[in-house]
């Protein structure tokens, strides 16, 4: 057996990590992966599922070749190009007969992974002239761009990680998630540790002390959901105190005032009665951001983005760096205009309130709007909140053929059985997907891809690298090995080329069309990527670790002279919310969801060993993950009569499911940490080998968020009991007969 290394990436997140492959010269398969010490960025940090790549790309549940499903439910083999023929042909008749809107996409996070499939689904239905374009950004992090959109932007964008002597995280675990803006998503651990150790100070929100909660100055440690009191309770210090940056404000600011009588009722006393959390701490951490330090700001992650309130949580804690004035300013230095988007100037100095969703093309479901998330698009995103509603909905316009790329729907939209009954309407559902998961198997066909060893790629490029890269970064790799032998996988973008081809239209990628006589190669597609770059595309293939372009850097612009764009913190609609909140109905340690009271609410997180739906079955990680447990205090749990293994039953006002308790100390009472995309199908699930699927706790036919119809994914109000041994029998009798 004769073993070579070679270099490359990993992209099973999108943090990039270098890595070393050993690669078995006979079998031309990867054997061993390591960390990188070499790596510009990651400087040898990879995390267990990268080390288990091995696992995963040579797994039994790998698809090799297309699939087709016949009617008994079970798969065929079928050439690639005669399915291609047929799912054109579908698609065809579908647009023929109720118009291009019948036909939606949803592009997963195992596209937004890879530079070429990224957009691939998005350019199609744009070419066939359909918007149901759908994609997890909505039910993730979507509170991000109504913020935005709401408030104004500062083009330059908040403090970075090196200016900053101080930073503040709701909601979010970049030690665990690696995904973090300001901060680096390659290697967040170092970044934090190097920031520390210069004497950065850190602020933690999180109903669980986190792995990042254990570098906090200061934690605190609140009832999930309570993020809009907790920023507002902040705001209403820091302007009492006079702690703002009243020059900031004066210049940029449009209705400071508005934004004060908001927060008036958001005393310290009611904040902390509201959150479970002190007073005093509330003011120390208040005063530790504003008061106490001088530069670096506040941001969020899915914690915040996902509970109720999530825009107005957002625009919040937005607000809190907007009177604090903690944004880069003319003169200062930005480190990543981004390496591989158009340069452009960033100036100092506000660009209004857009409000893009309110523009352009409207849902037939309660008018929902788009969101624009990347440019060189001409239509924006819909709402995942309401993609069931668009399946399931009759009438012109209704989705009738779904397109999927690198997304396990059924596992990780809410509302679990609704999505459900929503798929099993289609007259088509493709999917381009490299293993047999839950969704693959509801698929009509199933276009298996190749993985990333096995295909060129570029480092992160789309959702706003220049902010989750520390550096201005970029790498491109060569495939390192090709694909299992005989295996019949291709690209991503390749079959969506070929389904434009056979639908006859033209697919513009990034802005530019694409040949569609002759097939390109997938590095002509990584070629217009890059055309933005400082250097050809040719320069950085012959760099084998890529490049840190530091000469890029920018400094910011001084304003144009007669500028009179300003923040809008307080809009009307942002203050009805606001009111709203304050109508709710307080019980600390209960939660209230139509009209019923709950003692627990139960939150998402990450888990180190998975990637949402995906790695669940690789055996190493199945050894330290077998399911998604439902971590509680362990405390309480001896206060309910739980025991740490038991099962018990979780119930929401949407639905129940079955959980594993385990005992968490980093958590606090009331509150039930669990992770999402577990789980099989509904009514065909054993939750002690599954998991269990979040998503049936959740309704997308009420609470949603305005604006981005954000389902509430965290701080769910649920109950929790006992599983009864007479109900566990019947379980175990059901599962025994499968
Ligand atoms: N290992 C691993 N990495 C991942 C993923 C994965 O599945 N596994 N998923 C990737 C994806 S898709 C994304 S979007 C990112 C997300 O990255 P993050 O946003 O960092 O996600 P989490 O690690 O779940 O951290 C969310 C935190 O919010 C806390 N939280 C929950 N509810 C609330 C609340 O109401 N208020 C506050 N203040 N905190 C709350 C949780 O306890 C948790 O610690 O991670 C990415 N990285
Ligand atoms: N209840 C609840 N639900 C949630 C969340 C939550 O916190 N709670 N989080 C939400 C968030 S933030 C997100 S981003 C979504 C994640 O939702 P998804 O994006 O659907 O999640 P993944 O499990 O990462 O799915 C990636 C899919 O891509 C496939 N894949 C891997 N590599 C490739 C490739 O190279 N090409 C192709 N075509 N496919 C590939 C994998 O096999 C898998 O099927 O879940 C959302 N749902
Ligand atoms: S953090 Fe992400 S990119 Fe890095 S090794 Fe782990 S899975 Fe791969
Ligand atoms: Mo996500």
């Not at 579908?94 to 118009?99: A, E, K, T, W």
């Not at 680096?184 to 934090?192: F, Q, S």
């Amino acid at each position: 057996m004769t073993l070579t290394e070679t270099k490359s990436f990993c992209q099973i997140c999108s943090a990039c990590c270098g890595t070393k492959l050993t690669i078995d010269d006979s079998t031309g398969r990867v054997v061993k992966v390591r960390g990188d010490k070499d790596d510009l960025m990651s400087s040898g940090y990879a995390c267990i599922k990268g080390l288990e790549a091995p696992a995963a790309l040579y797994s039994d549940n790998r698809i090799l070749e297309p699939l087709k499903r016949m009617a008994d439910g079970s798969f065929q083999p079928i050439a690639f190009s005669t399915a291609l023929d047929e799912v054109a042909a579908k698609l065809q008749d579908s647009i023929d007969r109720y118009g291009a809107e019948s036909i939606a996409g949803f592009r997963g996070s195992g596209a937004v992974v890879n530079a070429t499939a990224g957009l691939i689904v998005h350019n199609l239905l744009e070419a066939i002239g359909s918007h149901k374009s759908f994609s997890p950004y909505t039910i993730d992090q979507s509170a991000k761009n109504i913020s935005a959109g709401r408030l104004g932007i500062w083009p330059p964008g908040r403090d970075t990680l090196r200016d900053s002597d101080m930073r503040m995280f709701f909601g979010i675990n970049p030690l665990v998630s690696v995904l973090c803006s300001y901060l680096d998503m390659t290697n967040p651990m170092k970044r934090l540790k190097d920031a520390r150790a210069r004497g950065m100070k850190v602020i933690v929100i999180d109903p669980r002390r986190t792995e990042t909660a254990e570098f906090a100055d200061i934690f605190l440690q609140p009832y999930p959901g309570e993020d809009v009191s907790i920023a507002a309770g902040f705001i209403r210090i820091i302007l009492k105190e006079g702690w703002e940056d009243k020059a900031f404000c004066a210049d940029h600011v449009q209705d400071l005032e508005e934004l004060r009588r908001a927060v008036e009722p958001f005393t310290p006393e009611y904040v902390a009665n509201r959150a479970g959390i002190l007073a005093h701490d509330l003011w120390r951490a208040a005063s530790l951001f504003a008061h106490e330090s001088k530069r670096g700001g506040a941001g969020s992650g899915t914690g915040t983005n996902m509970a109720p309130h999530s825009n107005l949580a957002e625009h919040l804690i937005e607000c809190l760096n907007v009177v604090c004035g903690r944004y880069l300013r003319a003169g200062d230095v930005f480190p990543n205009p981004s390496v591989l988007r158009p340069s452009w100037t960033r100036q100092a100095q506000v660009i209004p309130a857009q409000r893009w969703w309110e523009e352009g093309y409207k849902s037939r479901i309660k008018g929902y709007g788009t969101l624009t998330t990347t440019i060189g698009t001409k239509f924006g995103e819909m709402m995942t909140g309401i993609f069931a509603d668009e399946i399931l909905e009759p009438g012109e316009g209704q989705v009738r053929c779904v397109i999927n790329n690198g997304s396990n729907i059924i596992n990780i939209v809410p509302d679990q059985e609704k999505t459900f009954r929503a798929l099993k309407s289609l007259d088509l559902l493709v999917s381009i997907e490299p293993y047999m998961n839950e969704t693959a198997r509801m698929s009509d066909y199933i276009f298996p891809t190749t993985l990333h060893y096995e295909r060129p790629d570029l480092t992160h490029w789309m959702y706003a690298a220049e902010i989750m890269y520390s550096e201005p970064y970029a790498r491109y790799k060569p495939a390192a090995v090709s694909p299992p032998a005989g295996a019949q996988v291709v690209d991503d973008w390749i079959v969506v080329w070929e389904l434009a081809k056979r639908l006859g239209v033209q697919l513009v990628f990034d802005g530019i069309p694409l040949n569609m006589l002759t097939r390109p190669e997938t590095d002509d597609l990584l070629r217009i990527i890059v055309r933005h770059a400082p250097i050809s595309f040719d320069e950085l293939k012959a760099m084998p670790l890529g490049k840190i372009f530091n000469e890029t850097a920018q400094v910011i612009a001084a304003a144009d002279p007669g500028n009179t764009g300003r923040f809008t913190t307080m809009p009307m609609d942002v203050a009805a919310e606001l009111e709203e909140v304050l109508s709710e109905r307080v019980e600390p340690g209960f939660a209230f969801s139509q009209g019923q009271r709950f003692t627990h609410r139960l939150t998402s997180r990450r888990l180190r060993e998975v990637i949402n739906s995906t790695g669940h079955d690789i055996p190493a990680i199945r050894r330290r993950m077998p399911t998604n447990y439902a971590y509680m205090n362990p405390e309480e749990m001896i206060d309910l009569g739980i025991s740490n293994g038991e099962k018990v039953k979780i119930s929401s006002d949407n639905g129940s499911i079955f959980g594993i308790a385990r005992a968490d100390p980093t958590l606090r009472r009331s509150v039930i940490s669990m992770s999402h995309g577990w789980g099989g199908l509904p009514g065909q699930t054993n939750f002690e080998t599954e998991g269990s699927n979040t998503g049936i706790l959740i309704s997308t036919d009420r609470d949603l968020d305005p604006i981005n119809a954000m389902p509430r994914m965290s701080a769910i109000p649920v109950n929790v009991t006992r599983v009864a041994p007479q109900v566990e029998e019947t379980l175990e009798a059901l599962i025994d007969a499968g």
